[in-house]
């Protein structure tokens, strides 16, 4: 879809910002290992090493004005004109402007007067450095002296104590300077063996490291003092707020072009002595890393090395199918989003600040279902380290700081969903790879430290914690809330000082959960299915009476008439009833339970998913629940706190859309699914100013019908929404699921797709998958040939050496 903001470039896997003036800012991230930025479509942003709380390297301020100042900026200084290649600090008005975000880049090239400038930001694999490959072209007819100024402003590392304790702050400040590198050393000579440096592959004609000097105590970035005057002040930064400036002459023919790089690196010395002599810092991991960047073509292998690290990762699934957007939405952007989710959790986006939340236990196991078969090693790490947070007793940590690895108590806990979601990532990871060590890989728990319990016991314990926690309807207890973490029924607040992630007491109520019932019935299904692979009758056995149990509160309990309850209150009155007032049908108990296999044999599951139709669904997505609530109740908590149509308060939380997309599919409704699919698929919005996200990647949360502003997107990016939406095209519609055994192949399509084609990464192993549709129907596989040779089924089973598998499969039959 073109807007008047930009458009898709497919071939080369980027989005094309046309101009920089985007309804809000369009976001990318660079860096794939530990060195990661964020990057705005005008160069906003900052750069943090690991956590984006404890290592920031860069400043930024959140919720400025404009929202998105500070970042990687050039000025360009051409006479008397000053003025940047993504417009911004400046605001100059360009006679050309053009940003491409691609796969762990961003390139933005502005133009005035006859100079262009193009700036490509990235972080090669595995460096910790942000390289800014800096062209500038003398298009015009005459020559050229022009003045380049580079900017960036260090962050004292620990962010939240960078944006408020000043007093300490404004004196600590420290630089080195040697050559073209500034080194940022504050900090140093203390507890830190760590600094950052920003530096210049060409030769400079000056530097600046104060802010104070380089913008002036006054003014703001688009009045930059040097840039306006023309000429570095070689200042040192004593305190207050260091920065990194490089001023670079250039004189240019027409015709006649320049390449050179800035870098900003993170060095951590690591065995290499501190200082070289007294008051002096140790240079020699810097140096040595500049000197690999100081050859132009050096950086331009870096980023084929990117590009081709890309290529590889995306080659693990590849689909060509009737439908553009779905296509590049899954070759490219869901499964980049997937990574950036993966890497980054809800940590740092422009809608999370990277001090509030580290790594979500729920959200990062989620975060693998759309994961496992990009990186499966890094897969495997993740749920590991996700386990090592949970407790003895089968709670969990709600998250931990990816720095430290350990959990933090800070944003709440008691969250009743959080452990059976580990069950799920960590079958999703086995399937995908086959690998069962990762069952006994010693983890222990949190609480218990060196007590080195396998990753196996963890799943067991998690099973255990819900079943020792129903209530008296047989279901699952609430705790502080399940996945959707505002509907507090324990919490009761009246007070505004307190939060409501935190408030209330969970011990001893009443208050019980469907949605976790549906999710314990899904997790149950796993385990025993993972116990039968792994010859383990008696405990396959065990989950499947716990599961028969569960169903049987489900349906004599949860089933409203039309739909599922969503929960029982702490009074036990049902939430989410037709009897309720406000908050009559919710959309998550709806899709769990059918996800769980509630209401398969009584018509239940489809009558369910109708009601969400009939009563939730809208041309923008999936409502959260109906009618929204208008008055605050302290019995449901913080859902109620929002106006009406946002957020969980009856917003289209894209989230849990998915979870009804893929229940149509398990019913067979390829329509149906695709239609929803589509829906809240980014890339297939025109309406880019009521939608204003980025048109590439998903946001969180869609304004509902009860809004004053539908169809607004918001929260960007960091979403489970991304590795749902990829289960829900790669496996629910497309029909590619990997089991213990092979892949299973059950697509669930629209009616009028006649073919399509998947190519399949799967345990080293490419599987060239054809799909073909004669007869017009959504599911139900007729006959299965793999490499000519009929099978009989609908599981490919796993290849017997061959690097390459084609497989035929023809729909119209039965074989779900
Ligand atoms: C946010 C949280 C996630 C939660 C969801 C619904 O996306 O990251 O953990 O499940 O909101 O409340
Ligand atoms: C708020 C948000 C919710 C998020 C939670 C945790 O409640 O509405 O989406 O998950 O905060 O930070």
Known sequence: MSTPYGRFDDPRREYVVTRPDTPLPWLNYLGQDDLFGLCTNTAGGYTFWRDA???????????????????????????????????????????????????????????????????????????????????????????????????????????????????????????????????????????????????????????????????????????????????????????????????????LDPGASETFAFVLAYVEQGEQPKFERPGVVDKTHGRALLERYRDPGAVDDAFAALQSWWADILSAFQVDCPDEDAQRMANTWNQYQCMVTFNLSRSASFYESGIGRGMGFRDSNQDILGFAHLVPQRARQRILDLAATQLADGTCYHQYQPLTRQGNADIGGDFYDDHLWLVLSTCAYVKETGDTSILREPVGYADTPGSGEDLLHHLETSIAYTLSHLGEHGLPLIGHADWNDCLNLNCFSTEPNESFQTAGDVQGSRAESVMIAGLFLYACCDLAGLYRHLGSRDDAARLDDAYDDMLAAVEEHAWDGDWYLRAFDAAGTPVGSSASEEGQIF??????????????????????????????????????????????????????????????????????????????????????????????????????????????????????????????????????????????????????????????????????????????????????????????????????????????????????????????????????
């Open 53 to 251: 709380k404890l290592r920031r390297l860069t400043r930024y301020r959140y919720n400025n004005a404009p929202y998105d100042l500070g970042g990687r900026y050039v000025y360009v200084r051409d006479g008397e004109t000053v003025w940047n290649p993504g417009w911004k600090p400046t605001k100059t008005p360009l006679d050309g402007y053009e940003c491409r975000h691609g796969l762990g880049y961003t390139r933005i090239a502005g133009s005035k007067d006859g100079v262009e400038v193009e700036l490509l930001f990235f972080v090669p694999p595995g460096e910790n450095a942000e390289v800014w490959r800096t062209t500038v072209r003398n298009r015009g007819e005459q020559p050229k002296d022009l003045t380049l100024f580079s900017f960036v402003e260090f962050c004292f590392y620990e962010a939240l104590n960078d944006m408020s304790n000043f007093q300490r702050t404004y004196s600590i400040g420290e630089v080195e300077v040697e050559g073209s590198a500034v080194y940022h050393t504050t900090e140093y000579r203390e507890r830190r063996d760590h600094y950052a440096l920003f530096a210049c592959t060409r030769e400079i004609a000056g530097f600046d490291t104060s802010r104070d000097a380089f913008v002036g105590v006054h003014n703001g970035l688009h009045e930059a003092d040097v840039p306006l005057s023309g000429t570095a002040t070689n200042s040192i930064a004593h305190g207050w707020n260091p920065i990194g400036s490089h001023q670079v002459d250039l004189h």
């Open 587 to 816: 959309i998550e108990s709806q899709g769990w339970c059918v996800l769980g296999g509630a209401g398969r044999s009584n018509g239940r599951a489809r009558r369910a998913l109708d009601s969400v139709h009939e009563r939730l669904a809208t041309e923008h997505g999936i409502v959260l629940h109906q009618p929204a609530y208008t008055r605050y109740h302290p019995e449901l908590g913080e859902i109620t706190s929002y106006p009406p149509g946002v957020k969980e308060n009856a917003g289209i939380f894209c989230h849990n859309n998915t979870w009804i997309h893929l229940g149509w599919c398990l019913l067979g409704d390829g329509d149906r699914a695709f239609e929803y699919y589509r829906s809240i698929c980014p890339s297939t919005r025109s309406d880019v100013e009521t939608y204003r996200a980025e048109p590439y990647v998903y946001a969180q949360m869609i304004a509902g019908r009860d809004a004053a502003t539908p169809g607004e997107a918001k929260n960007s990016w960091l979403t489970g929404t991304a590795a749902w939406t990829f289960v829900t095209l790669a496996q629910g519609i497309l029909g590619i699921k990997p089991e213990y055994a092979g892949l299973r192949i059950d697509p669930c399509i629209p009616k009028d797709w006649r073919s399509y084609s998947v190519t399949r990464r799967f345990r080293g192993v490419t599987y060239e998958i054809r799909v073909s549709n004669p007869a017009g129907v959504c599911s139900g596989v007729r006959s299965l040939t793999v490499d000519g040779t009929p099978v009989a089924g609908n599981v490919v089973p796993l290849s017997g050496g061959s690097d390459t598998v084609v497989v035929d499969v023809v729909l119209g039959g039965d074989l779900r």
